[in-house]
């Protein structure tokens, strides 16, 4: 179902983005909360898995969106892809939330004295309508409606008083589009952590309005009590892009953080071989794995043919593996796109000295996107958002 739901090449990317394009106006905007279940069509354009590992980039789905509509026409959509950047941004700034979050998310498996409740709610066993619903949503398909996550993850906190780091590992364990930033600040969102004493409580008449009449679940918490405070750590400078020497000969890393390499590395760029990555530690859960999996054909192909270069698969990041075959191309440093908080970048953290050492450069390029929008995730992201037409350079009247 995973392959029938999200089909795994650019080019079905592509074809969806153009199919989607001309809804993202109004139609996006009236439609975008309503969830009328996994067999219906809805508003919104189940692009997720393709912008988390940049299949697609944001670059191409707002311009492919702002090519049809003005800006104030596609406000939110548009709003919807930077959500994606924002998270990303914010947490390269405060990446120590995220080890908080995984120290939290250890210890409550640890600690947390009710096993039982936990094991009936990730199997949509705990009689509340909606949620039960949406728990084997997600093990089936990998995927959940943005609004059935948020009211997923207030009952979760809020009705059941389960610990908000293990449902955010539910989440991690089986959304195809699982991603460090987007999933674990949402749910520190939705918990009243992200944003100081701001919660997001589901109701009863929100569900049924919103999931046209399928769902009016009863019992649901009136009062949000806030988790344990988590303390947000003091921002910190955006870590320095790395210098690219595009004139010396490059080996290329491709990692599932960014499956479209072609808009990053091109001319007068010398990649003269390349690996795919493809290492299921660097992942959460199977529809994750199994989706990036499956890209690997249509990575492999795109990339021999962008840089009429060999490209070979690379099961784990090994680095005397990746070494030994930057050396044998002929390459003077090993280049990938940036990698942003999350397994990925402990990855390349932990083998870039020992290339180093080896004499070999670990050089991470950072998108033009993420260098003029991650500066502004330093707030919340009402400030964020005023800066979006500038960015973009788009009229907003």
């Known amino acids: 179902m995973l392959r029938d739901t999200f089909p795994a090449t650019r080019n079905a990317a592509l074809s969806r983005l153009t199919q989607f394009a001309p809804r993202a106006g109004h139609a996006y905007a009236s439609g975008r909360n309503t969830d009328p279940g996994p067999d219906h069509a809805g508003a919104v354009s189940k692009l997720s898995p393709y912008l988390r590992y940049r299949m697609l980039t944001e670059q191409e789905v707002v311009g492919a969106t702002l090519g049809q509509h003005s800006l104030p026409a596609a406000e939110k959509y548009v709003q919807e892809v930077l959500w994606r950047t924002y998270w990303k941004g914010w947490l390269e700034m405060r990446p120590s939330v995220w080890t908080q979050y995984q120290q939290e998310r250890d210890r409550q498996r640890d600690s947390f004295p009710n096993a039982r409740a936990i094991r009936s709610a990730e199997a949509g066993e705990t009689g509340i309508?909606?949620?039960?619903?949406?728990?084997r949503e997600l093990v089936?398909?990998?995927y959940l409606h943005n609004h059935a996550r948020m009211w997923f993850a207030s009952i979760w906190i809020f009705t059941l008083r389960l610990p908000w780091a293990l449902g955010a590992?539910?989440?991690?364990?089986?959304?195809?589009?699982?991603?460090?930033?987007?999933?674990?600040?949402?749910?520190?969102?939705?918990?009243?952590l992200q944003t100081a004493g701001k919660t997001y409580l589901a109701t009863a008449?929100?569900?049924a309005r919103y999931t046209n009449g399928r769902f009016v679940p009863k019992g649901l918490a009136t009062v949000a009590s806030m988790p344990a405070d988590v303390s947000t750590p003091a921002l910190r400078p955006l870590p320095q892009a790395a210098f690219f020497d595009a004139h010396k000969p490059a080996y290329l890393l491709v990692t599932s953080e960014d499956m479209h390499p072609e808009s990053v590395f091109g001319a007068p760029a010398k990649i003269i071989g390349a690996s795919i990555l493809v290492d299921p530690e660097t992942l959460w859960g199977d529809n994750a794995r199994a989706f990036v999996a499956a890209t690997t054909n249509d990575v492999t192909e795109r990339v021999g043919n962008a840089f009429k270069c060999p490209t070979t698969l690379?099961?784990?990041l090994d680095s005397a593996a990746l070494i030994a075959q930057a050396r044998a191309a002929g390459a003077e440093q090993i280049v990938t796109s940036y990698a942003p908080t999350g397994p990925v970048a402990n990855a390349l953290s932990g083998i870039a000295p020992i290339l180093a050492a080896e004499g070999v450069t670990l050089v991470q390029v950072r998108r033009a996107w993420d260098e003029n929008f991650w500066p502004h995730a330093t707030k919340g992201f009402f400030p964020f958002k005023e800066n979006i037409p500038k960015i973009l350079r788009v009229r907003t009247t």
């Open 129 to 135: 309508e909606g949620f039960d619903d949406w728990a």
């Open 140 to 142: 089936q398909t990998g």
């Open 169 to 192: 590992d539910f989440f991690l364990r089986h959304l195809v589009d699982a991603d460090a930033a987007s999933n674990t600040l949402s749910w520190r969102w939705v918990a009243g």
């Open 205 to 207: 008449d929100n569900i």
């Open 314 to 316: 690379l099961g784990n």
